[in-house]
């Protein structure tokens, strides 16, 4: 299983590698941003369904992108699983 950071790292690279393909400028960490995503997500998973809150976001600059899947063992999706799978 991946740390937070391990995770976040992976992340990062994962998605840049498809910003790259369309041209788009790399994405940075915002730690403020990680912050209030882990704290959403936590709520998520607590909750045992996964849904957007589009109020949540609309009136900031910000987006959401969810992932939730299954694997054998019950084994937690890799960042770059969940952002392929995107």
């Not at 809150?53 to 959401?64: I, Q």
Request: charged share 30%; net charge negative; glycine share 4%.
């Amino acid at each position: 299983m991946q740390s937070d950071k391990e995770f976040e790292d992976e992340a990062v690279v994962t998605t840049n590698a498809f910003r790259k393909i369309h041209r788009a400028l790399p994405m940075k960490i915002n730690t403020e941003l990680n912050r209030e995503a882990k704290k959403y997500a936590e709520k998520i998973a607590s909750m045992g369904s996964l849904q957007h809150d589009y109020d949540a976001v609309k009136h900031l600059d910000e987006g959401e992108n969810l992932a939730m899947g299954c694997r054998q063992y019950g084994a937690p999706l890799t960042a770059k699983e969940a952002i392929t799978n995107w």
